[in-house]
């Protein structure tokens, strides 16, 4: 039975979230086209913006709004395995969140996000020009492998991404819920409201400030001056 039942219209994403996934999809492209065209300045900057994003969606997993904690929507394999079994059901759940599915390609983009990060953090090129700032924390022969380990979870990257715009068209077009509206506006329909809770913004200016400082120490290499 298609849900006619959409009654509500409720906030479900906060400022903070919906900013942190606008920001990562244009960082992660930028970051991709200057290593593409050997703007390695430019792919230093933006993998710095997106080691500040991570950061802060990391700590904001566990100090942020309801719809934004991992406890929130992280759930066992009996859960996950049940969701999944309601997937040819053209019926959309009524879920205030990530699906207990989708939850855990979140998880796997964020931590391959981090991957990326970490480890252009220690990258070297072949000639020893372009680098990480953490790279003379490690020997070259170390660098060069983070460097090939970077190019690898680039690949997984793309692939977490792909699947991640195949699952919203298919939410779109077969279960006809549109999740990008509310990525956008922060707002859904529901049957009731979830009545979840939102963090303040002063908590948003706090992890940002603690994200900022966190970037700009590694980006000093780890010293203090
Ligand atoms: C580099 C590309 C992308 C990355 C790394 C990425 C990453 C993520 C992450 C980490 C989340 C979880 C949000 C959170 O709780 O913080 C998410 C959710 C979401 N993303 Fe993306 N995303 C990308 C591209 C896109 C694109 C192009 C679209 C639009 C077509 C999109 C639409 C969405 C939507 C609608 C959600 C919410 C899904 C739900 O309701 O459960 N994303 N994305
Ligand atoms: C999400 C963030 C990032 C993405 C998507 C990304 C992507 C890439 C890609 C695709 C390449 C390979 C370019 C090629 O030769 O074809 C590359 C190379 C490189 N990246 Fe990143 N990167 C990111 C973050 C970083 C960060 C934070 C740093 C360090 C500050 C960094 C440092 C490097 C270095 C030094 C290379 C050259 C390695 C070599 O020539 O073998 N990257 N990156």
Redesign the pocket.
């Known amino acids: 039975m298609a849900s006619t039942a959409a009654v509500v219209r409720a906030r479900l994403w906060d400022g903070p979230t919906r900013i942190v996934h606008w920001s990562l999809v244009i960082l992660?492209v930028l970051?991709?086209w200057s290593?593409?065209n050997d703007k390695?300045d430019w792919?230093?900057w933006?993998?710095?913006g997106?080691?500040g994003l991570i950061a802060f969606r990391l700590i904001w997993g566990f100090a942020g709004s309801g719809s934004a904690r991992f406890a929130s929507f992280v759930r066992g394999p009996a859960a996950t395995l049940a969701y999944a079994r309601t997937l040819p059901s053209r019926a959309h759940a009524d879920t205030p969140g990530h699906n207990p599915l989708g939850a855990w390609s979140v998880v796997a983009i964020i931590a391959a996000?981090a991957a990326?990060?970490v480890t252009?953090?220690f990258?070297?090129?072949?000639d020893g020009i372009?680098?990480?700032?953490l790279s003379d924390r490690v020997s070259f022969d170390t660098g060069r492998l983070l460097?090939k380990w970077?190019?690898w979870s680039?690949w997984v990257?793309e692939a977490l991404v792909v699947v991640h715009i195949a699952a919203i068209a298919f939410y779109l077009t077969y279960k006809r819920s549109n999740l990008i509206g509310p990525m956008v506006t922060g707002r859904r329909d529901f049957a009731a409201d979830p009545g979840l809770k939102f963090a303040p913004l002063w908590r948003a200016v706090l992890v940002a400030a603690v994200a900022a400082a966190l970037t700009g120490w590694v980006m000093k290499g780890l010293r203090l001056h």
């Open positions: 992660i970051a991709w290593a593409e390695m792919h230093r933006s993998g710095y997106v080691l996000v990326q990060v252009g953090l990258a070297v090129d072949v372009e680098s990480g700032p460097a970077h190019h680039f990257l």
